[in-house]
């Protein structure tokens, strides 16, 4: 069943909407988009690591983007420079040395706009393991430390003091945006992959008036744009990656109509 | 060893630094079951971080604290919820811990906002938004309880009904209370124990010692230090969650 390129691609999709759902969810409460977006940018430095020392690319991935988390946290420890500057400064360094590691790497051969947008076609029955086992394993660990990860998101301090130890929470979830970020980078690519956690999730919000409904209308939305963008990208023949992330926004225009409805309710 | 027991917490000589400024030092304080402890003290005394201090937000704290139970409510003096999140106020009352519906319905009725309990938290008012947080701090039947200007908002009635009541759950849960007031007068009738707050210790008490206390006077006036004469008028009554008057 796993020969077809296409059905590959549908349940790499799948496996991956399931699990940028919930994550996709805290981004937005957490206001972590261009955290996502950074991490993602240094998973070029990952992909070229990969490549150099003959890695699997999502472990190699995983590893470089918890390692740019890590010296995040530091700088934000040891300089006073505001969180965003700080994120930009290591979003673009490390795209920008990735990039120049790959001149370096002349014997490969690199299929650049696969890494920026992804090639969803390309995935083997190897990388639907990696995707189905990896985001298994992701889902139950955010469902371990959801409590005290949604309580802090609400307020640290309240859960701080009533002994939530929001602190690890935080740190385990920022380990689990690396993790999701190297699960997905060979469907969306680099550049869009914090598409596919934002805009399902931003649909969601529009349409939702408690965290768990949320969180299922999340995933029912990156669902819905994997089957419609892979579909659509076979019929009006364009690139999968960005195909999936437009069929999200499609749906997040729909989204916005309920919210013009409950406004005009209120008033 | 009966006292030891039970102590909830206990603060020795405590203070905390930011930014090389003292926010608060040299605070010693013991809340044990069944008491309430109060602090009072002007603008930027130091009374939030005393109960940030107790409750073990702040980590490099001078002096030390001693924690004996886990079992904590707080309401915090500022809360803001973030528009990003659809919360309820169903959904709010379960944040720290997966609360039975019977309780949570309960502590929403003795509050007096079982109404709100679908709607969402975005929409109520400051006074409505208190209440449920005292629901909530108290839905867990915690050992210790802290609450930090808990009825900020709320109107004149429903204050006094809320310090009536957290009396009540000090007496049946046999919890311990850190409460902290601008107002000493409020809370008097509810209070074991009152520490006047300036940066540091600047007295404590009972609430009658802290009232005759001079530095008391001087830090709020002479005015406040009346509330004697008008204390002891003032509580020939009761209000019900409701505003009535009941009479003693």
């Known amino acids: 069943m796993f020969d077809d390129f296409f059905i590959r691609a549908l349940f790499a999709g799948i496996g991956i909407a ?8 805290f981004v937005v409460w957490r206001r972590l988009s261009y ?28 590893l470089i983007s918890s390692v740019i988390a890590l010296i995040l946290i530091q700088l934000q420890k040891k300089t006073n420079l505001p969180g965003d500057a700080l994120l930009g400064l290591l979003a673009h360094s490390s795209l920008a040395v990735g990039l120049v590691v790959i001149g370096f790497l002349t014997f490969i051969r690199f299929d650049i706009m696969g890494l920026l947008f992804g090639d969803i076609l390309a995935v083997t029955t190897d990388d639907l393991l ?30 701080e003091a009533e002994g ?23 469907m969306v690519g680099l550049l869009l992959i914090t598409g596919m956690l934002i805009i399902p999730a931003a649909m969601a919000r ?3 008036d408690s965290p768990q409904k949320m969180v299922i209308f999340s995933i029912i939305g990156g669902l819905l744009s994997v089957v419609l963008g892979l579909y659509s990208s076979l019929e009006f023949n364009t690139s999968s990656g960005p195909s999936i992330i437009a069929a999200s926004l499609v749906l997040f225009i729909l989204s916005l109509f309920k919210i013009k409805q409950s406004i005009k309710l209120k008033n | 060893m009966s006292s030891e027991n039970s102590t909830l917490v206990k603060l020795n000589n405590a203070g905390f630094k930011q930014n090389d400024k003292w ?3 040299g605070v010693s304080l013991t809340v044990e079951k069944g008491k309430i402890v109060t602090l009072i003290g002007p603008n930027g005394s130091g009374k939030s971080t005393t109960a940030k201090i107790a409750l073990g937000i702040y980590k490099n704290i001078e002096g030390s604290v001693e924690k004996y139970t886990n079992k904590v409510g707080y309401v915090p003096q500022k809360i803001s919820i973030d528009w990003t999140l659809p919360l309820r106020v169903y959904d709010f009352m379960l944040l720290t811990e997966n609360i039975k519906d019977e309780a949570i319905e309960e502590a929403l009725t003795l509050t007096g906002v079982i109404h709100l309990k679908n709607k969402n938290l975005g929409n109520l008012s400051g006074g409505e938004f208190q209440r449920v947080l005292i629901a909530r701090a108290i839905s867990k039947k915690p050992e210790l ?20 009541l957290i009396k009540r759950i000090s007496d049946t849960l046999n919890c311990g209370i850190l409460l902290i007031s601008h107002d000493l007068h409020t809370v008097m009738t509810a209070t074991d124990h009152v520490v006047c707050l300036n940066g540091h210790v600047c007295c404590s008490g009972s609430p009658m010692d802290v009232a005759k206390n001079n530095e008391y006077k001087t830090l709020f006036g002479e005015q406040a230090s009346q509330i004697l004469s008008v204390y002891e008028h003032k509580h020939d009554h009761i209000h019900s969650e409701e505003g009535e008057i009941k009479k003693n």
């Not at chain 1, 399931?18 to 969810?25: A, E």
């Not at chain 1, 990696?130 to 005290?148: D, E, F, H, Q, R």
């Not at chain 2, 200007?149 to 006094?160: A, F, H, L, R």
């Open chain 1, 18 to 25: 399931f699990v940028t759902g919930p994550l996709g969810c």
């Open chain 1, 35 to 62: 955290f996502g977006d950074t991490l993602a940018h240094s998973a070029l430095l990952g992909v070229t690591m990969a490549y150099t020392l003959d890695l699997n690319i999502a472990i190699s991935v995983f």
């Open chain 1, 130 to 159: 990696i995707i189905w086992t990896g985001g298994a394993v992701i889902l139950l660990v955010l469902k371990l430390i959801w409590k005290p990860l949604f309580a802090s998101t609400v307020n640290y301090e309240l859960a």
């Open chain 1, 164 to 186: 939530l130890n929001p602190d690890r929470a935080k740190a385990i979830f920022t380990i689990l945006m690396a993790a999701v970020i190297a699960i997905s980078i060979k």
């Open chain 1, 206 to 208: 529009n349409i939702s």
């Open chain 2, 23 to 25: 926010l608060v030092e």
């Open chain 2, 145 to 164: 309880l802290v609450l930090d200007e808990p009825v900020q908002g709320v109107d004149y009635t429903g204050e006094i009904a809320l310090y009536e």
